[in-house]
């Protein structure tokens, strides 16, 4: 009876043991292809801005991190997988990947913005693009809240299989702005050379309504497994702490000294 | 299993992009059949230069994919500054570039043009002599000739051959949505991308251009009995 007792009592220690994990080291995943966010650096560790959220997260949660390159496709098998505990890798909050993993509250925005010649009076409203051709990625969030919002209002919306081809045929003249993603295009268009003379037309967008959100995006958050809520509500805190002491925007102004990416 | 409910939601968008794909493909045609004929006549000719000349055109256009050809029409003469500044001058003809339609329409008539002369050429090549003879004997110029003998006869010895460049055609012309237009392919990628649904895209826009292979596989066939019946073996 007494060996059965302490069997139990050794389960239960066991199971809880499972159940409230303490998180004093936590493996976190990026990708390193994706710079700013995620980076390689010279000796092939993981760099940038996801990179230094990620370790101030732990470092708030008075928790040791260590870090593991994953490539895109496989991420989230490989989170539940438990090859990791936690992705942060500029992943953005869709209903279809909370399907499947959690995530904690946005660690920053990823608006959208038109892309025009410099100067342009353009806005990214229907009715000020009306008549107009609006070049955007197939398939991607931009398409998906152009071809809600503006289609049916007469803006023509050409899609293009790459983002790049739509930055082309704006440049050629075929197109009266791009659509895009607001932080895509800043560093991969606006900011390039090949992106001389053309800038934002008008406001980013983030969204007015609840549907238009919906339609956009969350923001970008830090993905979990399902059942890790203990570990979601720890980084949740920790992100708010960043977010009060200022350390966010230290390390935000690093990468982004003019934009706060933060968003709303 | 497939899902009828987006295949049936997506009909419009299917139907479109098929009767883009045919107006491509028929324009196209069009052009090269015309533009073939005088090609092929030259390619077979006995004149070196005129048949080196054209041999020259036939190379370029069937060893390269019609791919990069339509990118290089598309957005390869969109890069450069003459075009911009014509566009924006208002100028008719270089407008036309900036036109998708036109680009696609100008690559695939390009590309089938010099499909279409090699295999116009090669029967015209292959005209039994006996026939031309026959002809010089009955005094007819080499024009006369070509009207009444070389090509009529040709012609019709390349309906087969023919055949499979026109199906080929239909199917080439899937690359006409790498450059925005919405074509078959071009509708199926766009109803993929908004349901994330592959199969339901891919394999319905692939039933529709085997449809479309059959019905021209059947004219194909009925112009070989009405128009090859004399080389049919006899039963």
């Known amino acids: 009876m007494k060996k059965l007792i302490a069997a139990g009592a050794l389960l239960a220690l066991v199971m809880t043991g499972v159940q409230a994990k303490d998180w004093t080291t936590v ?17 092939g560790s993981l760099n940038g801005f996801d990179i230094d959220i990620g370790n101030a ?21 490989a989170l539940m997988a438990r090859k990791f505990d936690a992705i942060v890798a500029s992943m953005s909050i869709t ?8 995530f904690t509250d946005k660690y920053y925005s990823s608006p959208l913005a038109l892309v025009a010649k410099a100067g342009s009076t353009l806005k990214p409203e229907a009715a000020a ?16 809240f152009a071809t809600k919002y503006w289609e049916k209002q007469g803006v023509k919306i050409v ?21 895009a993603d607001y932080l895509e295009a800043l560093g991969g268009y606006i900011d390039t050379p090949a992106g001389k003379g053309y800038a934002f037309a008008g406001e980013r967008l983030f969204g007015k309504t609840a549907e238009e959100k919906a339609v956009i995006g969350e923001g970008i958050g830090i993905a ?12 949740n805190k920790a992100l708010a702490a960043l977010r009060a002491s200022g350390k966010y925007d230290t390390i935000r102004k690093k990468y982004f000294p003019t934009t706060d990416i933060y968003g709303e | 299993m497939l899902d009828f409910a987006i ?3 997506s009909l419009p968008d299917f139907a479109r992009g098929t009767l883009l794909s045919l107006q491509l493909m028929a324009l196209s045609l069009l052009a090269g059949f015309i533009a073939a004929l005088p090609l092929a006549v030259a390619r077979s000719s006995s004149s070196v230069l005129l048949s080196r000349s054209v041999g020259f055109y036939t190379y370029i256009f069937r060893g390269t994919p019609m791919l990069v050809q339509l990118l290089l029409i598309y957005y390869g003469l969109s890069q450069f500054e003459w075009m911009q500044r014509g566009w924006e001058e208002g100028n008719v003809v270089l407008l036309l570039f900036r036109e998708p339609f036109f680009c696609a329409w100008l690559a695939f008539a390009l590309n089938t043009t010099a499909y279409t002369t090699e295999i116009f050429a090669g029967v015209f090549k292959n005209t039994p002599l006996g026939e031309i003879e026959a002809g010089r004997a009955a005094g007819m110029t080499h024009f006369t000739l070509l009207r009444r003998i070389v090509i009529p006869a040709g012609l019709r010895r390349a309906i087969p051959t023919y055949s499979n460049e026109v199906i080929l055609m239909l199917q080439g012309s899937a690359i006409a949505s790498a450059v925005t237009l919405v074509d078959l392919t071009g509708a199926a990628r766009y109803v993929y991308s908004r349901h994330f649904a592959p199969f339901e895209a891919f394999i319905f826009a692939g039933i529709i251009y085997m449809v479309l292979t059959f019905f021209l596989v059947g004219i194909f066939r009925f112009a070989e009995l009405r128009w090859l019946a004399h080389l049919r073996p006899r039963s």
């Open chain 1, 27 to 43: 493996r976190l995943s990026s990708e390193g292809a994706y710079p700013p966010f995620n980076g390689l650096a010279a000796d």
């Open chain 1, 57 to 77: 997260i732990c470092a708030e949660m008075k928790a040791k991190c260590t870090w593991v390159k994953q490539d895109w496709d496989g991420m989230i098998p």
């Open chain 1, 95 to 102: 209903a279809e990947r909370k399907a499947k993993v959690d």
């Open chain 1, 129 to 144: 693009l009306a008549g107009k051709k609006i070049g955007v990625q197939r398939g991607v969030i931009a398409d998906n």
């Open chain 1, 159 to 179: 899609r293009y299989a790459k983002q790049d081809e739509a930055y082309a045929d704006l440049k050629a003249g075929r197109l009266d702005a791009a659509f």
């Open chain 1, 224 to 235: 979990i497994r399902k059942k890790d809520t203990d570990l979601k509500e720890q980084m």
């Open chain 2, 7 to 9: 295949i049936i939601d």
